[in-house]
């Protein structure tokens, strides 16, 4: 059985926006960080990304290479930027705009411009340099107890491995032409894991976040009930000791006795 290309193509664009949408959603619902808003915005340019990449040869190529491109790298921008606002951290507005501005300053270059080799190293060495920083952010804060915290890792790894291996069989087979490359099995096998690959991704972030929010709840209802306890425990200490001073004289004198 063979994998229809432009619909596999399709439903991975539906897919992505889907999931971005679902991620805002998540994050209207509980704002106490902004991770899930910059997952969700992430997605959604991703989702772009993926409908121009998918109408190569309908569009101008500097629609369905440059700013295709350049729209998938400022996604897994803001993907980094939401792993580092979920460990708390703040980032840089140039972090978004390093990775775009390297491969549309690449594209200005003939010799990369025309090699569609060049380009695909290009493009998934940048991807993973932000897959490896993204995993070193969940990876640096494992000692908080989250059970989907290393699956998330494990998958980022597993992406970045892939790179890897697409860089290397890029290297050792050249693509003849953007035609040979959406016609084949390869091709079609990749769009295919990359839907999958979004999916996973997704929900095990939306997992992490509410995993934390369940976690800090425990918390406070165990701190509220400590703190109720210590009430109680005080308030009869209060009351014996308040006791003991209005016992009747007689009371007293027996007790003297």
């Not at 109408?55 to 295709?68: K, L, P, Q, T, Y």
């Not at 996604?75 to 705009?97: D, I, K, Q, W």
């Not at 894991?193 to 995993?211: C, H, R, W």
């Not at 009930?225 to 109680?232: E, M, P, T």
Request: aromatic fraction near 10%.
């Amino acid at each position: 059985m063979q994998l229809h290309i432009p619909t596999l193509a399709l439903v991975a664009v539906f897919v992505t926006v889907i999931l971005g949408a679902l991620l805002l959603f998540a994050w209207r619902r509980d704002q106490s960080t902004d991770a899930l808003a910059w997952w969700g915005v992430g997605y959604l340019v991703g989702g772009i990304s993926f409908a121009l990449l998918s109408a190569r040869g309908e569009i101008a190529n500097v629609f369905s290479i440059e700013i295709a491109n350049g729209l998938l790298l400022l996604g897994y921008s803001f993907l980094l930027a939401g792993t580092r606002a979920f460990s708390g951290r703040e980032t840089p507005v140039t972090v978004f705009l390093i990775a775009p501005l390297i491969w549309l300053t690449a594209m200005q270059v003939p010799a990369i411009a025309s090699d569609i080799d060049l380009r695909v190293i290009i493009v998934s060495s940048l991807q993973f340099g932000l897959i490896a920083l993204m995993a070193y952010e969940f990876w640096r804060e494992r000692a908080e107890p989250l059970l989907s915290r290393w699956p998330t890792i494990i998958l980022l790894a597993t992406h970045a491995v892939i790179l890897i291996g697409r860089m290397i069989v890029v290297m050792v087979t050249p693509i003849m032409s953007h035609e040979d490359l959406f016609r084949s099995p390869v091709f079609a096998v990749m769009a295919f894991g990359t839907v999958l690959y979004t999916i996973a991704f997704a929900f095990l972030l939306l997992s992490m976040s509410k995993e934390r929010t369940e976690m800090r709840h425990r918390i406070v209802s165990i701190s509220k009930k400590g703190a109720r306890s210590r009430i109680s425990r005080q308030s009869a200490i209060e009351l014996a000791l308040c006791n003991s001073s209005v016992a009747p004289p007689k009371s007293r004198r027996k007790a003297a006795q």
